[in-house]
């Protein structure tokens, strides 16, 4: 058998395994035609590189025998045509589940038989059988529950059997299989939620589930929600067009799904075979669980038999390393535009909603926050708004106050202006040059050093000037700063770090830009539109450090600390899986692959890890904000950390995954 190829190999080595889910064309009660058409699909899908492929209920024999299932030839023929389809499978290099009907002490079973290794390593009966409508299960199978025996006895063998069965992966840590059949999944409490609690991460459910107006978007969202409930993968492979007509269609509606997103759908109502495929990432969900108290609280379920086997090595020229999954360069962002904006509009809803809440218990009707022109004071200025608005407050109670100092532009001064008035805000204009250059003098500090004294400084002022102004209004000042900002330290400690309610502590920086794009489109028109439009165009940068001739801009943040796509993504996978360096680097590597270049992503990983350490003592004094996604980062609420935690771990992974791309590139 021929080893693993190496681009399988390093994606199974960081937690993924390529499922299959298959409808082959059939014919119904021709098992030859049939058995031959499963051994071809196999081949097919472990050319594809994948390790397990699932197929329909029945499938050896058809679902839509009818009482064709009373004659003992065809329930004969499909037994020993596990046989070859196990051959098959092992020549391929692949694992199976195929469907058939097993007689067992006067009995008829409705089964999956989990096949690897050239034989059958055990077989799962179906627990619940539809008996309405144009279903008749019941006129020729017997449930799960009225099986007398552990074991049954095909082909010269003796195998497991039961709805008690898990079949663990040795070769693939986390890869615990649980098998439900059709109907299984429609009951009121499916059996695989508690092969999920007895630990199985990977579920399977071969199926014949006809077609009907509008069945299948709510079956869709059956697999879709039972992944989601039980932190799994759940393959679904389903009957196709090749069954019987004669009352119903078959469309083979198949899909994977991985904790609640679908990863992978087949086209309906086609008669060829049809095979989609999925990378499955058993280590993040074995994270989710680890982190989900619901799951934990709900305990073990008990009684299962774990079977174990081994994932078998693909063929010599399976595909390569590629992961045939969702991977956005920004996973904060939705790239389908109209679930973007429906997103857009639920974050501005609550974080203006958020606002209005805090305003209206304390009772003030004036806030001052700073506008720069930039990115994030545009969000929160837009989110002022918009809970001043829902309190039927004046808008002229926001004070915007713009400060310009040694690297204001001038575009950035005028687009702030521009934008309180057509606003209808109160704008103050508060220069702080003067009073930062009197601030060195009292601290002996050299104006012509352009150190972390001298930008933050001008932060400092800017706040205290904010601070002071709001106390003298009887307001409250409100913040500024991103998530993106928070994760990095990138704010000045009582500096722009600090405020009194913080609207955009939950908001990323790469989703900022399209929420004022949103904003644009949506919330505002004519010259406010325009405006915004401008502001997103601009270059993200602090303007601490004096301009250059004709006054343009020296300094731009992502040259300093690295691009914020990157830091999101890191930011992302670190905080919401909680993966290391070594599997945020495979998949950034290939989330922007001809965009960065390894080395350029190890680079500005460096810095993420460092900084994301090294400045956890700002988040744990960060100001009050609301939670808008799934990442976040107040120490009241999702994250808490030692403020002194040792990066080292960290940081010697990175290191280990430097030195090996630093070998590969020297190969």
């Known amino acids: 058998?021929?080893?693993?190829?190496?681009?399988?190999?390093?994606?199974?080595?960081?937690?993924?395994?390529?499922?299959?889910?298959?409808?082959?064309?059939?014919?119904?009660?021709?098992?030859?035609?049939?058995?031959?058409?499963?051994?071809?699909?196999?081949?097919?899908?472990?050319?594809?590189?994948?390790?397990?492929?699932?197929?329909?209920?029945?499938?050896?024999?058809?679902?839509?025998?009818?009482?064709?299932?009373?004659?003992?030839?065809?329930?004969?023929?499909?037994?020993?045509?596990?046989?070859?389809?196990?051959?098959?499978?092992?020549?391929?290099?692949?694992?199976?589940?195929?469907?058939?009907?097993?007689?067992?002490?006067?009995?008829?079973?409705?089964?999956?038989?989990?096949?690897?290794?050239?034989?059958?390593?055990?077989?799962?009966?179906?627990?619940?059988?539809?008996n309405t409508n144009e279903y008749y299960e019941q006129r020729w199978f017997s449930p799960a529950q009225q099986a007398t025996r552990r074991s049954v006895a095909l082909n010269g063998a003796e195998i497991p059997f039961g709805a008690d069965l898990l079949f663990e992966a040795g070769n693939l840590p986390g890869c615990l299989i649980g098998i439900e059949i059709c109907e299984d999944l429609w009951a009121v409490n499916p059996p695989s939620g508690d092969l999920a609690l007895a630990g199985a991460t990977v579920l399977l459910n071969p199926s014949a589930s006809d077609e009907l107006l509008g069945k299948a978007e709510y079956r869709r969202e059956l697999?879709?929600?039972?992944?989601?409930?039980?932190?799994?993968?759940?393959?679904?492979?389903?009957?196709?067009?090749?069954?019987?007509?004669?009352?119903?269609?078959?469309?083979?509606?198949?899909?994977?799904?991985?904790?609640?997103?679908?990863?992978?759908?087949?086209?309906?109502?086609?008669?060829?075979?049809?095979?989609?495929?999925?990378?499955?990432?058993?280590?993040?969900?074995?994270?989710?669980?680890?982190?989900?108290?619901?799951?934990?609280?709900?305990?073990?379920?008990?009684?299962?038999?774990?079977?174990?086997?081994?994932?078998?090595?693909?063929?010599?020229g399976a595909e390569p390393a590629d992961l045939l999954r969702p991977l956005a360069q920004t996973p904060f962002v939705p790239a389908d535009l109209a679930q973007r904006a429906k997103h857009?509009?639920?974050?501005?809803?609550?974080?203006?909603?958020?606002?209005?809440?805090?305003?209206?218990?304390?009772?003030?009707?004036?806030?001052?926050?700073?506008?720069?022109?930039?990115?994030?004071?545009?969000?929160?200025?837009?989110?002022?708004?918009?809970?001043?608005?829902?309190?039927?407050?004046?808008?002229?109670?926001?004070?915007?106050?713009?400060?310009?100092?040694?690297?204001?532009?001038?575009?950035?001064?005028?687009?702030?202006?521009?934008?309180?008035?057509?606003?209808?805000?109160?704008?103050?204009?508060?220069?702080?040059?003067?009073?930062?250059?009197?601030?060195?003098?009292?601290?002996?500090?050299?104006?012509?050093?352009?150190?972390?004294?001298?930008?933050?400084?001008?932060?400092?002022?800017?706040?205290?000037?904010?601070?002071?102004?709001?106390?003298?209004?009887?307001?409250?000042?409100?913040?500024?700063?991103?998530?993106?900002?928070?994760?990095?330290?990138?704010?000045?400690?009582?500096?722009?770090?600090?405020?009194?309610?913080?609207?955009?502590?939950?908001?990323?920086?790469?989703?900022v830009r399209y929420l004022i794009e949103w904003a644009a489109d949506a919330e505002f028109s004519g010259e406010t539109s325009a405006i915004l439009r401008d502001i997103i165009a601009m270059p993200i940068t602090p303007e601490l450090l004096p301009l250059g001739e004709g006054g343009a801009l020296q300094q731009e943040t992502e040259a300093t600390i690295g691009p914020y796509v990157l830091h999101d993504f890191f930011l992302f996978y670190s905080l919401r899986y909680g993966f290391g360096p070594r599997k945020v680097f495979y998949l950034a590597r290939r989330a922007f692959d001809g965009v960065y270049a390894p080395a350029e992503i190890l680079r500005w990983m460096k810095v993420f890890y460092a900084r994301f350490f090294s400045q956890q003592f700002k988040r744990s004094a960060m100001p009050d904000g609301p939670k808008v996604g799934t990442v976040a980062l107040s120490p009241r609420g999702d994250w808490r950390m030692p403020s002194d935690a040792s990066s080292a771990l960290w940081m010697a992974e990175l290191e280990a995954v430097i030195s090996s791309q630093s070998s590969e590139g020297n190969a």
């Not at 021929?2 to 080595?13: V, W």
């Not at 299959?20 to 097919?44: G, K, S």
């Open 1 to 130: 058998m021929a080893s693993r190829p190496p681009g399988i190999l390093a994606r199974e080595q960081m937690g993924f395994v390529r499922i299959a889910a298959v409808t082959p064309h059939v014919r119904v009660a021709d098992v030859a035609f049939n058995t031959q058409a499963i051994c071809a699909a196999l081949e097919q899908a472990a050319a594809r590189g994948c390790r397990l492929a699932l197929f329909p209920e029945l499938c050896i024999t058809g679902y839509s025998c009818a009482d064709l299932f009373h004659q003992s030839l065809l329930v004969r023929e499909a037994g020993a045509a596990l046989r070859p389809i196990a051959q098959a499978a092992d020549r391929a290099g692949i694992a199976a589940v195929v469907g058939l009907p097993v007689a067992v002490d006067g009995r008829l079973f409705n089964c999956a038989a989990f096949l690897c290794d050239g034989r059958v390593i055990g077989m799962t009966p179906k627990s619940f059988l539809p």
């Open 223 to 316: 697999v879709r929600q039972q992944s989601a409930r039980c932190l799994a993968a759940y393959a679904y492979a389903a009957a196709g067009p090749g069954e019987s007509t004669t009352d119903v269609v078959f469309g083979g509606h198949s899909m994977i799904a991985e904790n609640g997103a679908l990863l992978a759908e087949a086209e309906r109502f086609r008669f060829d075979t049809q095979i989609i495929l999925a990378d499955v990432d058993v280590q993040r969900l074995a994270a989710e669980r680890l982190r989900n108290s619901s799951f934990s609280a709900a305990g073990g379920a008990h009684g299962y038999r774990v079977l174990p086997f081994e994932l078998p090595d693909p063929p010599a």
């Open 344 to 511: 857009c509009r639920e974050i501005f809803n609550i974080q203006s909603t958020g606002l209005a809440k805090r305003l209206k218990h304390i009772g003030v009707k004036t806030v001052t926050l700073g506008i720069s022109g930039g990115l994030d004071s545009t969000l929160a200025l837009l989110v002022t708004i918009k809970a001043f608005d829902v309190l039927g407050l004046d808008r002229a109670g926001i004070v915007a106050v713009t400060m310009p100092g040694f690297g204001t532009t001038a575009r950035t001064r005028d687009n702030a202006q521009r934008l309180a008035a057509q606003l209808g805000v109160t704008l103050r204009v508060i220069p702080i040059a003067d009073v930062v250059r009197q601030h060195f003098k009292d601290i002996g500090h050299d104006e012509t050093i352009h150190d972390v004294t001298y930008e933050n400084a001008q932060a400092r002022e800017r706040t205290q000037i904010l601070m002071d102004l709001a106390n003298k209004l009887g307001g409250l000042v409100v913040g500024t700063g991103d998530l993106s900002e928070l994760a990095l330290g990138w704010a000045t400690f009582n500096g722009d770090h600090m405020s009194m309610y913080h609207v955009n502590a939950g908001v990323p920086k790469t989703l």
